[in-house]
């Protein structure tokens, strides 16, 4: 189809106006307020493209946000490159070129340098001795000394590529009797079992599909082309199979999740194809997602979401993800029904939207403080001085909180510090804030007036954190969770089934759980399936953290049953 060139229109202030009266008429209220806001966002847009100080850096910041969000990179100083700062300890923070030529001015950058021979611990570990020499040896250089090993070996690393699933051909030679026909074929090497597909073979493609967002044809293109088939449709086959063991660990960490201290949970939507479209909408009606009012049939809920839920338990984290037609605080009331009875409510993060609320189920709510810090940097560029006021106190909160994390505080001693500290600075923000309205100094429909009403609103859930021990300052943990489930979105686009989705939650949770736990997720997967009637049977002794401990104990087990074995 040949593209052509848009009509060019001349649109004034009037005309736009005569089309939003026409459309408020003929339009529900949620169509009209979506027109409003584009034609809004078109006059604005044009307003700034008419004006000869607009860059194009601010358009594309506007457009599609900044890069960062860091105080020092909203506020910074365009006149001069300076980042500025009302507390002391930030002030001259960026130094000039000039300055940052000299020697030690500033301290090197994080994450550059090689990795040193502990890093790669994941790595096969082999010792070589001496070739002709022992310890206790005479020293063949002054033949008068005596050799001892010494604490610290040699180390040599060798890195080697190889396809993410390999493979081993085993020509298993034949022989036929020339009289009776009998054929003898060799037995197999010892240690190689007869089932085409190992459990590490599993584990690397569902740690690669639902880890890191490889879908299953990239995969299968990934080991054509270095010799090794592996069709998508038998991938989907082998992880569907691993899937049948692996599921009593992801029930489990619903189990322990829901015992939490602080339970963080937000959305994002997802595609299933099974529940889109004209069946999917039967669907949902038939599930209670729509319903008959007054006469009218409704449409039914049309979303689909990946619900990230990260629970805090004894000082460990648990990331769930759940992949459907509920919104996070029905799939939080689905984990909470677990609970025991005899523990208080938990602490909820979530930001302020009532989907992330459990039905019937009481938690004590905390809001996310970057959501309200974030409206404050989208428009500061049009109100700079009331932004930075509000930038720089938040700022300071966030310091302290890094202190706490720095000095190891517990959960009061965190909560007395913020309190001591952060809360003198969060009082006088409040002031300020309610002063704005008092005052007229700040429109209360305006961008600024709609992000201190925000504040205002839901304050005392986003200053939990000075009044509840535990409560965290923001919801950003679960943030990170969800980028999992974005990842897959973005490259392997949905999921064809209902349970094509529980599959891939089911992988994400233990995999990113292990992340978390700074367990290895490949080593993970490949235990649970080589044990997965003990797992069955036992499903809190395979975690991600305390699965290795229970592989020590049953190799102590099996070398006890066979003490002569080996």
Same mark, same amino acid.
């Not at 990934?222 to 599921?247: C, K, N, R, Y």
């Given at each position: 189809?040949?593209?052509?060139?848009?009509?060019?229109?001349?649109?004034?202030?009037?005309?736009?106006?005569?089309?939003?009266?026409?459309?408020?008429?003929?339009?529900?209220?949620?169509?009209?307020?979506?027109?409003?806001?584009?034609?809004?966002?078109?006059?604005?847009?044009?307003?700034?493209?008419?004006?000869?100080?607009?860059?194009?850096?601010?358009?594309?910041?506007?457009?599609?946000?900044?890069?960062?969000?860091?105080?020092?990179?909203?506020?910074?100083?365009?006149?001069?490159?300076?980042?500025?700062?009302?507390?002391?300890?930030?002030?001259?923070?960026?130094?000039?070129?000039?300055?940052?030529?000299?020697?030690?001015?500033?301290?090197?950058?994080?994450?550059?340098?090689?990795?040193?021979?502990?890093?790669?611990?994941?790595?096969?570990?082999?010792?070589?001795?001496?070739?002709?020499?022992?310890?206790?040896?005479?020293?063949?250089?002054?033949?008068?000394?005596?050799?001892?090993?010494?604490?610290?070996?040699?180390?040599?690393?060798?890195?080697?590529?190889?396809?993410?699933?390999?493979?081993?051909?085993?020509?298993?030679?034949?022989?036929?009797?020339?009289?009776?026909?009998?054929?003898?074929?060799? /037995?197999?090497?010892? =240690?190689?079992?007869?089932?085409?597909?190992?459990?590490?073979?599993?584990?690397?493609?569902?740690?690669?599909?639902?880890?890191?967002?490889?879908?299953?044809?990239?995969?299968?293109?990934?080991?054509?082309?270095?010799?090794?088939?592996?069709?998508?449709?038998?991938?989907?086959?082998?992880?569907?199979?691993?899937?049948?063991?692996?599921?009593?660990?992801?029930?489990?960490?619903?189990?322990?999740?829901?015992?939490?201290?602080?339970?963080?949970?937000?959305?994002?939507?997802?595609?299933?194809?099974?529940?889109?479209?004209?069946?999917?909408?039967?669907?949902?009606?038939?599930?209670?997602?729509?319903?008959?009012?007054?006469?009218?049939?409704?449409?039914?809920?049309?979303?689909?979401?990946?619900?990230?839920?990260?629970?805090?338990?004894? =000082?460990?984290?648990?990331?769930?993800?759940?992949?459907?037609?509920?919104?996070?605080?029905?799939?939080?009331?689905?984990?909470?029904?677990?609970?025991?009875?005899?523990?208080?409510?938990?602490?909820?993060?979530?930001?302020?939207?009532? /989907?992330?609320?459990?039905?019937?189920?009481?938690?004590?709510?905390?809001?996310?403080?970057?959501?309200?810090?974030?409206?404050?940097?989208?428009?500061?560029?049009?109100?700079?001085?009331?932004?930075?006021?509000?930038?720089?106190?938040?700022?300071?909160?966030? /310091?302290?909180?890094?202190?706490?994390?720095?000095?190891?505080?517990?959960?009061?001693?965190?909560?007395?510090?913020?309190?001591?500290?952060?809360?003198?600075?969060?009082?006088?923000?409040?002031?300020?804030?309610?002063?704005?309205?008092?005052?007229?100094?700040?429109?209360?429909?305006?961008?600024?007036?709609?992000?201190?009403?925000?504040?205002?609103?839901?304050?005392?859930?986003?200053?939990?954190?000075?009044?509840?021990?535990?409560?965290?300052?923001?919801?950003?943990?679960?943030?990170?969770?969800?980028?999992?489930?974005?990842?897959?979105?973005?490259?392997?686009?949905?999921?064809?089934?209902?349970?094509?989705?529980?599959?891939?939650?089911?992988?994400?949770?233990?995999?990113?759980?292990?992340?978390?736990?700074?367990?290895?997720?490949?080593?993970?997967?490949?235990?649970?399936? /080589?044990?997965?009637?003990?797992?069955?049977?036992?499903?809190?002794?395979?975690?991600?953290?305390?699965?290795?401990?229970?592989?020590?104990?049953?190799?102590?087990?099996?070398?006890?049953?066979?003490?002569?074995?080996?």
């Amino acid at each position: 189809m040949k593209r052509t060139e848009p009509k060019v229109i001349d649109l004034n202030t009037k005309k736009l106006e005569s089309v939003l009266d026409r459309a408020e008429s003929a339009l529900d209220e949620e169509d009209y307020e979506t027109i409003k806001a584009v034609i809004e966002s078109y006059a604005y847009i044009a307003e700034l493209v008419g004006d000869k100080n607009t860059t194009i850096h601010r358009l594309r910041k506007l457009l599609f946000g900044a890069r960062t969000e860091k105080t020092e990179t909203v506020l910074r100083d365009k006149a001069n490159g300076a980042t500025a700062s009302s507390s002391g300890d930030d002030a001259g923070s960026e130094s000039s070129e000039e300055d940052g030529s000299k020697e030690g001015s500033r301290p090197p950058p994080k994450g550059h340098g090689r990795n040193g021979a502990d890093a790669y611990h994941g790595g096969e570990q082999i010792k070589v001795p001496h070739e002709c020499l022992r310890p206790g040896d005479p020293c063949p250089e002054c033949v008068e000394g005596t050799l001892y090993e010494q604490a610290k070996p040699g180390v040599l690393v060798r890195l080697v590529g190889q396809a993410p699933v390999g493979a081993k051909v085993y020509w298993l030679q034949r022989l036929r009797c020339g009289l009776c026909d009998a054929v003898f074929t060799a /037995r197999p090497p010892e =240690g190689v079992g007869t089932e085409k597909y190992d459990a590490t073979v599993s584990s690397m493609i569902g740690l690669l599909k639902y880890g890191t967002g490889c879908p299953f044809n990239r995969q299968e293109g990934l080991q054509g082309s270095l010799g090794i088939p592996l069709p998508a449709s038998t991938q989907w086959e082998i992880v569907d199979d691993a899937f049948q063991l692996i599921e009593p660990a992801y029930a489990e960490l619903i189990r322990q999740a829901a015992q939490g201290e602080v339970l963080y949970n937000d959305d994002t939507t997802v595609r299933i194809l099974e529940r889109m479209g004209k069946r999917g909408q039967q669907a949902a009606l038939a599930e209670g997602f729509g319903q008959d009012t007054a006469g009218k049939k409704e449409s039914g809920r049309r979303g689909l979401f990946t619900s990230g839920i990260v629970s805090t338990h004894e =000082g460990r984290q648990i990331a769930l993800f759940f992949s459907g037609r509920k919104h996070a605080g029905e799939n939080l009331s689905k984990v909470l029904a677990q609970r025991a009875q005899t523990l208080d409510p938990p602490i909820q993060m979530c930001d302020a939207l009532s /989907r992330n609320l459990p039905a019937e189920l009481e938690t004590i709510l905390a809001n996310c403080l970057a959501h309200g810090r974030r409206q404050f940097v989208e428009v500061a560029d049009r109100f700079p001085e009331p932004c930075r006021y509000v930038l720089e106190s938040l700022k300071v909160v966030y /310091r302290n909180d890094a202190i706490a994390r720095e000095r190891t505080l517990s959960p009061e001693a965190r909560r007395q510090f913020h309190q001591a500290e952060s809360g003198p600075v969060m009082e006088e923000l409040r002031i300020w804030l309610t002063r704005q309205f008092e005052e007229h100094l700040v429109e209360p429909n305006s961008a600024l007036g709609g992000a201190i009403s925000y504040l205002l609103r839901h304050w005392e859930k986003l200053t939990l954190f000075l009044r509840k021990a535990g409560a965290p300052l923001d919801n950003n943990i679960c943030e990170r969770a969800l980028k999992k489930a974005i990842l897959h979105r973005k490259n392997a686009l949905f999921y064809k089934t209902e349970k094509g989705a529980l599959v891939g939650d089911t992988f994400m949770s233990l995999i990113y759980t292990c992340q978390l736990c700074e367990a290895n997720p490949f080593d993970y997967l490949t235990e649970l399936q /080589r044990h997965a009637s003990a797992l069955a049977a036992t499903p809190q002794d395979w975690m991600p953290w305390n699965y290795r401990e229970t592989l020590k104990q049953h190799n102590r087990k099996g070398i006890e049953a066979c003490p002569n074995a080996g």
